[in-house]
């Protein structure tokens, strides 16, 4: 197998878990949205501010932007910790786990992506 089909696959591999990821978080981050506002300890804005900032960087997945995968990056490192404080203050649902894991597996595999695509993208001197 040669480089650049070893590099194309990675790249395959490595976005179509992205997108798993990204889709699973948005899902979860609807679903508790909905489930909070419907047991009335949220408001709907509140759905719509943990949604819009992953919302905004559906252009990098389509577009297959490498810095915006290292944006996503931190994103989802943000997702992250915002799942873990919610955890620790007592805010361990199953909805609150799976964002956790869904946020880390986006940071995971938006950076691997990121990193994939860096050779790639690199000009000959």
Avoid: C, N
């Amino acid at each position: 197998m040669s480089h650049s089909h070893a590099t194309a696959d990675t790249l395959r591999r490595t976005r179509r878990a992205v997108w798993i990821a990204y889709l699973a978080l948005l899902g979860l981050l609807v679903a508790s949205g909905i489930f909070h506002y419907l047991q009335q300890h949220a408001q709907a804005a509140a759905l719509l501010v943990r949604i819009l900032p992953l919302a905004l960087f559906l252009p990098t997945l389509l577009l297959q932007r490498r810095r915006g995968h290292i944006w996503l990056t931190a994103l989802g490192v943000l997702y992250l910790v915002q799942g873990g404080m919610i955890f620790s203050e007592g805010g361990g649902s199953v909805l609150a786990g799976a964002e956790i894991i869904a946020a880390a597996a986006l940071a995971v595999s938006a950076f691997r992506y990121a990193r994939a695509k860096g050779p790639q993208e690199k000009r000959p001197s």
